[in-house]
Each structure stands twice: as C-alpha cells, then as structure tokens.
C-alpha cells in the first residue's frame, strides 16, 4: 500500500514533487511490491543528512538514490543509472528471492534489460533511434500522459498514485513475463540443433522462443516456427534476422499473401487457412497441413527466395 504523506515527519520513502517521470514512478512501484507499506513524501528540496538509513530518499537529494550529481554511478555499458535502475541493482535479487522466484540472476538480469535499463538510459536523456512515419510512445512518454492537464482540475499527487497504479501492474507482468521466458530457454535448447537441421522449430505449445533462437541460431537457420494456434488447429510464423532488424529471414510465398481458405486451393495443401498480408504468417487446422506449408516455403533452387 502506497500512502502520500503531508508531513515529511512520517515518512519512510521520499522522492521529488512536480513533474513525475516512469524513474520515479516505476521506483515507487518497485518498492511498493518489495517493501509493502510505503508512506511517500514528495519534496521540492531534500537533504538526506537530515534522515537516517530507515528512510529510503530516491532521484532527489544526490544521495545513494539519485542520479543528478557529477559522480553518478554508470552500467558498464556506460549507460547512467537512474532512481530506478540502482533502486533495482541494490534490492531486487532480494525481492524476486522473496516472491519465489527460483532463476533469481537470470530473472533479475532479464527484466534488467527488458524494461529498467531503457527507464534508466531515456531519464538520463539518452534516446532510442527511431525512424518512422508515425508517432511512437515509449513507457517513459506513457507515464507522463499522467501528470495533470493544462486547464484541468487534476491533482498531482492524486495523478502520481494513478501513474503508481499503472507501473505496478506493467512490473507485476514483467515479472512473469521473464520468468516464463527463462523457463521456456530451459525447455527449448534441446530442440535448437534439431531445428536448425530442418530449418524450422516445432513447439507442442506456444512459449517465448526468439531470445532462444537468437542466441543459439548464430548462422541464422532457423526460418520459421511452428506451434498450437490457441485460435485453434497450427499456427507458422517467420523467424527476424535479429532482434534489432525485425526483416524476416525469409517470407512465405508471395502468392500466399492475404489468402484465406483459398490458401488450400492455391499451395495443394488440404486444412490451409490462412496466409498474412504481410507474409509471416500462415495457419492451418492440421499440424500435417502446417507442415506441409511450411515445408512448401523452405528455400530451394528452384524458387527465387532470399535467405538473410
């Protein structure tokens, strides 16, 4: 339970007032979870020699917390830290220990990269590279939607919790968003070499698989993956070249593209439902129809399909 105090006297926790960003949202969200029962303060000015160690002050008052002073503490990949991300580097082992996490330094390390390193790098003014047509939010710009509008009658600690509320529940899924992924690695690696030789991944069941193909596909084989649709009958989808370039390695076929139960009349293959617009998908009601399809899309001499 997270609780704004008006007299600095009673709290326990303590960061800026004004202008909230996802550094100290996202703070707060992570202590609430660890520590439970947070009496908040939210000061323009601090100084943390005027507290003792029962009180945690964060991205305010250049202490252990903050970011803002000249000797500010650096990732190794030369990335500052903010609030967020030293809250995290000092307690969260401890709290995904607390909550039963059992791959605690793969965990911890996975939502590190995952959702508090790119906190910690747009707080510190250093900006994702992003080349598009259209407006793209990141979850630092989404939390700021919550501070209080020009001409209305929001209140700012009120729009603070909210803005709380909402980090809470993105960190609560991260979690077993990483989680599930490291339990789905330890699952999948025995199958990588076999689906290199073939070129393409069969899953009994949906789980996160492009980390796993990323790390261990290191000559790009893989080119596609099938699994369960939960839409029901078999679902194929394209492997990207890397995380960063999301081009797939290699497309269905051309003439696939935006079919729906035509697909089975026009590929020869019997439960044929579906082909994506874009190509990087296709479904069946079969796993045999899958693979069929899937087989079909394999790069051969014949065809003029570039493998990246």
């Known amino acids: 339970m997270i609780e704004i105090v008006k007299d600095i006297e009673e709290a326990n926790y303590i960061t800026h007032s004004g202008t909230m960003h996802a550094d100290e949202v996202f703070a707060t969200a992570f202590l609430s979870l660890y520590k439970k029962d ?12 005027n507290f003792g160690e029962d009180v945690i002050i964060y991205d305010i008052g250049r202490g252990k917390f903050d970011h803002h002073q000249t000797d500010r503490k650096l990732r190794e990949n030369d990335i500052p830290y903010c ?8 307690f969260g082992k401890d709290f995904l220990k607390n909550i039963g996490i059992s791959e605690v330094e793969e965990v911890f390390q996975g939502i590190d ?6 906190i910690d790098a747009i707080d ?7 080349e598009a047509d259209y407006k793209i939010r990141n979850i630092c710009d989404i939390i700021k939607l919550f501070n209080p509008s020009y001409g209305s009658s929001e209140e700012e600690n ?47 069941e949906f789980m996160p698989y492009e980390e796993t193909i990323y790390t261990l ?23 990207y070249k890397s995380p960063e370039e999301k081009i797939e ?29 874009g190509r990087f998908l296709v479904c069946a009601k079969t796993k045999e129809a899958i693979l069929k399809l899937v087989e079909l899309s394999l790069p051969k001499e014949e065809n003029n399909q570039e493998v990246i």
């Open 124 to 130: 510190n003014g250093i900006f994702p590279k992003v």
């Open 83 to 90: 609030s967020l991300g030293l809250l995290w580097k000092e």
């Open 217 to 239: 596909d290191t000559n790009k084989e893989i080119y596609f993956v099938i699994y369960p649709s939960n839409r029901g009958g078999y679902a194929a989808k394209t492997v």
């Open 113 to 118: 990269k995952d959702l508090i390193e790119g």
């Open 38 to 49: 947070i009496k908040l303060y939210r000061a323009s000015e601090i100084n943390p020699d």
């Open 158 to 204: 009120t729009q603070f919790l909210k803005a709380v509320d909402v980090a809470i529940k993105i960190f609560e899924e991260e979690i077993l968003y990483i989680n599930g992924k490291v339990k789905a690695k330890k699952n999948l690696v025995g199958k990588i070499e076999e689906a290199i030789k073939k070129h393409y991944l069969i899953l009994d």
């Open 249 to 277: 390695r290699i497309k269905f076929k051309e003439e696939w593209a935006g079919l729906g139960e035509e697909l089975s009349k026009v590929t020869g293959v019997e439960g044929a439902t579906f082909c994506h617009l």
